[in-house]
């Protein structure tokens, strides 16, 4: 199975850019999961907790951010922008 493609960016450089089964964004609505397949998005992230999950559904990165932006413009990448 393949996985969803994620990059995090800070205003310092990537931090960082992999493959992910899921990853749980702190948006304005509460906490969004995001898969592969997910439909377009475009969401603004506040104080919290980015959490990047592998297939097994073990937590493998998490990077704290007190805000940002997401967004999903093909269904296998999604990108954050975040102010570290």
Do not use: R, W
Request: hydrophobic share 40%; glycine share 10%.
């Amino acid at each position: 199975m393949s996985n969803l493609q994620v990059e995090i960016i800070s205003i310092t450089g990537l931090l960082y850019k992999g493959g992910c089964y899921l990853a749980v964004l702190p948006s304005t609505s509460g906490e969004i999961g995001i898969m592969k397949g997910h439909e377009s998005l475009i969401s603004l992230l506040v104080e919290g907790e980015i959490k990047i999950y592998s297939s097994d559904n073990n937590l493998e990165n998490s990077f704290k951010i007190s805000k940002g932006f997401a967004e999903i413009e093909d269904s296998n990448k999604l990108i954050v922008l975040i102010d570290q």
